[in-house]
């Protein structure tokens, strides 16, 4: 009984302390202006905006033409075989166990 008892006393700080938290948070948005207030809204009739920035059909080209350049040099470069650095190994003939063993008792 005495750790329910615990459990609740320490539960009922927890919401005193959560509670001042609110009422300090209900506070501070009291001073603030309300969101709403201080935003611009709709805009009024014959009040001008901020023109959308649009790339011009010259732009797009360079970027485009800059893009094929930029990957057919890639491409360039991943087809040429890398150098070998030194001289190949021959590779030897090799039997296996079973077909020496074959080949020595056949014999």
């Known amino acids: 009984m005495n750790d329910i008892a615990k459990a609740i006393s320490q539960l009922e700080r ?35 905006t901020a023109a959308k920035r649009r790339m011009s059909a010259e732009g797009r080209k360079k970027i485009s033409e800059a893009a094929k350049k930029r990957w057919a040099e890639k491409r360039a470069a991943e087809a040429v075989p890398p150098a070998k650095t030194g001289p190949a190994k021959k590779k030897t003939a090799r039997r296996s166990r079973a077909k020496k063993a074959a080949s020595t008792a056949s014999a």
Request: glycine letters at 6%; charged letters at 25%; aromatic letters at 0%.
């Open 14 to 48: 927890q919401r005193a302390t959560i509670d001042h938290a609110i009422a300090a948070l209900r506070e501070v948005e009291a001073l603030t202006p309300t969101a709403h207030a201080s935003s611009p809204g709709p805009s009024k009739p014959g009040k001008k």
